[in-house]
């Protein structure tokens, strides 16, 4: 994964040092980015997509220790595939209301 996100980076044109977690096999990858300049903030989010796509294709996870967030749900159906129906309905029935943290896990239908 370090060296396809370091050929990711090298594409875009972006520096993304990465930090991780030697016991776990966590790894967070860091674009640095001016996000005042609208072509670099959409190069390291490109950057971003395609190293979460990689992870997948590697057998990895989209997160880690982190958890979705409302950055990592579109990738969610594409790492879980019908698990997100499941997940769908444990929510529905645990909150009804949909009043618990909205939009923050789950992608958009």
């Not at 989010?45 to 796509?53: G, H, I, K, Q």
């Not at 990689?54 to 019908?82: C, N, P, Q, Y």
Request: overall charge negative.
């Amino acid at each position: 994964m370090v060296a396809r996100a370091a050929r990711l980076a090298d594409e875009l044109d972006v520096t993304a040092p990465c930090v991780g977690h030697a016991g776990d096999g966590n790894l967070h990858f860091l674009p640095v980015a001016n996000l005042d300049d609208p072509e670099e903030r959409d190069r390291a989010m490109e950057l971003n997509d395609r190293m979460v796509r990689a992870a997948l294709d590697l057998g990895g996870t989209s997160t880690g220790e982190h958890g979705v967030g409302i950055g990592k749900r579109k990738f969610m159906r594409e790492e879980h595939a019908a698990a997100v129906d499941v997940m769908r309905d444990l929510k529905d029935t645990l909150d009804p209301e949909g009043v618990l943290n909205p939009g923050k896990v789950l992608p958009e239908e």
